[in-house]
T-cell receptor, first 114, second 115 residues
Framework: GENVEQHPSTLSVQEGDSAVIKCTYSDSASNYFPWYKQELGKRPQLIIDIRSNVGEKKDQRIAVTLNKTAKHFSLHITETQPEDSAVYFCAAHDRGGSQGNLIFGKGTKLSVKP | GAGVSQSPSNKVTEKGKDVELRCDPISGHTALYWYRQSLGQGLEFLIYFQGNSAPDKSGLPSDRFSAERTGGSVSTLTIQRTQQEDSAVYLC?????????????FGSGTRLTVV
């Protein structure tokens, strides 16, 4: 099955700086890579995703890049703001079984200091 | 419904008791997933359903854990003879199920505390 590693586990940046979170996956058949944001005490929410037929996707201050050859993908947040502080999870599509499920990384706690 | 609903939101139980956790997915979503999140930890996959069938039960930690889904809608996760290590937030998610696990929507979770 799929295995996802995520780094770093904690990340502290100054407001306005950029933040980068990296993930690697093990199953070359995986084709879908979403990112979730979980604020304290709340449910995880999808913020951006990418499929394996593209290398990069942007949505305002957030971008995700994918390198299928190296089996890694990254989340980039530019011009960070205090409200970006949260735990971020990457995930990869585990294609075992019928239509598969998502396997998540262990999360990155991002702190943005004003 | 408009979102994924889970009940109860909080459950405190004594060690050795059985508990049932309920998940009501978004209307029309055929795929339903259960995850466990221990304090400060990631999202551990437990089981998923496509319709009423569970193609992948590989994440269930022990035979004390079971889940079912009836009518392609509500799912129940049952933990028998609860242990303190079962304390965690149990999250349910659903997706349309068309082609893959795209666009997961999570519920707010059930916080289980075993004392």
């Amino acid at each position: 099955g799929e295995n996802v590693e995520q780094h770093p586990s904690t990340l502290s940046v100054q407001e306005g700086d950029s933040a980068v979170i990296k993930c690697t996956y093990s199953d070359s058949a995986s084709n879908y890579f979403p990112w979730y944001k979980q604020e304290l005490g709340k449910r995880p929410q999808l913020i951006i995703d990418i499929r394996s037929n593209v290398g990069e996707k942007k949505d305002q201050r957030i971008a995700v890049t994918l390198n299928k050859t190296a089996k890694h993908f990254s989340l980039h947040i530019t011009e960070t703001q205090p409200e970006d502080s949260a735990v971020y999870f990457c995930a990869a599509h585990d294609r075992g079984g019928s239509q598969g499920n998502l396997i998540f990384g262990k999360g990155t706690k991002l702190s943005v200091k004003p | 419904g408009a979102g994924v609903s889970q009940s109860p939101s909080n459950k405190v139980t004594e060690k050795g008791k059985d508990v049932e956790l309920r998940c009501d997915p978004i209307s029309g979503h055929t795929a339903l997933y259960w995850y466990r999140q221990s304090l400060g930890q990631g999202l551990e996959f437990l089981i998923y359903f496509q319709g009423n069938s569970a193609p992948d039960k590989s994440g269930l930690p022990s035979d004390r854990f079971s889940a079912e889904r009836t009518g392609g809608s509500v799912s129940t996760l049952t933990i028998q003879r609860t242990q303190q290590e079962d304390s965690a937030v149990y999250l349910c998610a659903s997706s349309s199920g068309r082609g893959g696990p795209y666009g997961y929507t999570f519920g707010s979770g059930t916080r289980l505390t075993v004392v």
